[in-house]
């Protein structure tokens, strides 16, 4: 399936990302040969074959419910300068 | 005090022990060498010699008072992706320039709790993402082999750091090959270990299901001492497992007679270099000597790595690095005007071109309509890599072959085609596919530089995959071999 332009701007707003029109082009290019590489796996067949979701087919392991640790907030909230009174800080979402 | 940059980390800590030199010594030598060489590799991001040589003085205290620890001194650099608690941790990228972690990886508290000295972060390509360390946001890391080649990567500041004697070892992360592939390029042992064998707690996430912490060093003896105290259950990562740690420095020490290795028919085709495959051969040879026995297997499906790997570690890739939004830590854009554009720009500003098209090529494989076609079936794929990996261990006991195809190659050569530089990691990947450990060792030399032999073991054979390496160090010298300009 190749990748178009227009995909490369689909993806982007999915992804959180956006792309100057000078770097529009050569972007497409690169993710159109990476997809063109990957497309060889539709020719392996793969009927009767389980999806691995774990290298080591673990399932994943629960703690015990119970209060092991303080959450610091101050310290987890220093990572950025934006907060106020305990909470982070964004751009006006409800007018 | 001249060479105390050419001793292995064990015969650091037997000097250390003897009182023939002091820890302040050994850091305040490798401070020097950082100082002095760098500039010309690039293998540091931040380099700590202030709290280095505190804890230098703590560190000669305790061989005073007799309470050193079983690492005690070690001079030691982590590679950027490992959390330091009030220590800048970069990632490789502008996303995380400025970001002090409130807390350490698991990784950096159990070397830490054995009494090794951090002296610095290393470079690496950006989120771990490259394979030639040309994609970190603070440049290229040079070869210590040759100025202008790539050190290999992601852990490429790892692997050019300890190669050129700035550090007594480090750490790194192998996601498709970034421990191995480094360490092959740069004369190094390299361990990754089995999934889930080091916690991955701290260490900034690139493919989860793929990541694992793992050592660069200068023998397979330092990388026993290394791994030892970096393994074991963490309960802070969901994904450690619970098998106790072998005794790693006790298990080198044992003999290979009778042992069965299987050398990977389709490794041997035509994208190896000849001269790097005669290295190889040569190699097997000397494991023969030891008692060895060497014959050839098939991975049917190995040649399916790459692309299956470019399908599942960019779809882990495009959900883990969601987290970098702009709000609660990482780069943030300034006058923006609403949230959607704080989450776009941010985003935009932070990550480099090879993060942005693998989290790109990851949506696009999760995207609705092509995720059977891509992630489910790479799942599948991925099934029939792992099974070929298990039929092999029916007839042998670990699967060898070439590291990489090619010796180091040049800085800016790869760079202009994605593929090319993805099909570098064609020998690793499945180990990372299936889960299993591997090492890579030095085994020749081709035009100057060195080549790796590689070595894939069963879940939990770390201690085989070293005691192999060891005895192989025992009768060769490839590994003492340091770069000119650096010995």
């Not at chain 2, 001269?275 to 991975?299: C, F, K, Y």
């Not at chain 2, 949230?339 to 941010?346: D, V």
């Not at chain 2, 090492?439 to 894939?456: A, F, T």
Request: hydrophobic share 40%.
């Amino acid at each position: 399936m190749a990748i178009t332009s227009d995909d490369i701007d689909k993806l982007a707003v999915l992804a959180r990302l956006e792309f100057a029109s000078s770097e529009h082009e050569q972007f497409t290019e690169k993710l159109a040969s990476v997809v063109a590489f990957v497309d060889q796996l539709a020719d392996v067949e793969t009927d009767d074959v389980t999806p691995m979701a774990h290298p080591l087919d673990m399932h994943q392991r629960l703690r015990p419910d119970t209060e092991d640790a303080d959450i610091d907030r101050e310290a987890l909230q220093s990572t950025t300068e934006h907060t106020a009174d305990g909470l982070y800080v964004v751009p006006r979402v409800i007018e | 005090m001249k060479r105390l940059h050419s001793l292995s980390l064990s015969r650091m800590l037997d000097g250390l022990k003897r009182r023939q030199f002091s820890v302040k010594d050994l850091v305040t030598h490798h401070l020097m060498r950082i100082e002095q060489h760098d500039p010309s590799l690039n293998s540091f991001v931040t380099v700590l010699a202030e709290p280095a040589l505190a804890a230098a003085d703590a560190a000669d205290a305790r061989y005073a008072n007799g309470s050193a620890r079983a690492l005690e001194g070690l001079p030691i650099a982590h590679k950027d992706i490992f959390c330091t608690a009030g220590v800048r941790t970069t990632c490789g990228s502008k996303m995380l320039h400025d970001f002090v972690p409130p807390y350490d990886a698991t990784v950096v508290r159990n070397l830490h709790d054995a009494g090794v000295i951090m002296i610095g972060k290393t470079n690496m390509d950006e989120f771990a993402m490259g394979s030639s360390n040309e994609t970190s946001y603070f440049g290229d890391v040079h070869n210590p082999w040759q100025r202008g080649l790539s050190p290999g990567g992601s852990s490429g500041g790892s692997a050019a750091a300890v190669a050129a004697r700035l550090v007594g070892a480090a750490t790194g992360t192998d996601t498709g090959g970034s421990i191995r592939q480094p360490a092959a390029l740069t004369g190094l042992t390299g361990v990754k270990p089995t999934y889930g064998r080091v916690s991955r707690y701290g260490m900034i996430a690139f493919a989860s299901s793929l990541d694992q912490a793992g050592t660069l060093t200068r023998s397979a003896e330092d990388a026993a001492l290394l791994l030892q105290a970096m393994s074991g259950f963490d309960p802070a990562d969901s994904t450690s497992l619970e098998q106790p740690v072998e005794d790693y420095t006790q298990q080198i020490t044992q003999p290979i007679k009778g042992l069965k290795l299987g050398l990977v028919r389709e490794f041997l085709g035509d994208g190896l270099d000849s001269a790097n495959a005669r290295a190889v051969r040569a190699a097997l040879d000397t494991l023969v000597e030891l008692g060895a026995q060497v014959e050839e297997i098939s991975l049917p499906n190995i040649g399916l790595s790459v692309p299956t790997y470019y399908v599942v570690a960019p779809a882990e890739c495009s959900s883990n690095l969601s987290r970098f939004d702009g709000i609660r830590f990482g780069h943030r854009a300034s006058d923006v005007t609403d949230l959607a554009e704080l989450y776009r720009r941010s985003r935009s500003e932070g990550f480099g071109d090879e993060v942005k098209r693998r989290i790109m090529t990851g949506t696009y494989v999760l995207s609705a309509g092509y995720y059977d076609a891509y992630y489910l079936k790479a799942q599948k794929v991925r099934r029939l890599i792992s099974a070929d990996f298990a039929n092999a261990f029916e007839q042998v006991d670990l699967v060898v072959g070439p590291t990489t195809p090619t010796p180091a190659f040049g800085l800016g050569e790869k760079t202009d085609d994605p593929v090319t530089m993805y099909l570098n990691d064609i020998y690793t990947i499945g180990a990372n596919l299936a889960g299993l450990p591997a090492l890579s060792m030095p085994c020749g030399d081709v035009g100057g530089l060195p080549v790796g032999l590689q070595l894939i073991g069963k879940a939990f054979a770390e201690g085989q995959l070293l005691n192999v390496a060891h005895q192989f160090q025992n009768v060769t010298d490839w590994h003492t071999h340091a770069p000119e300009a650096f010995a």
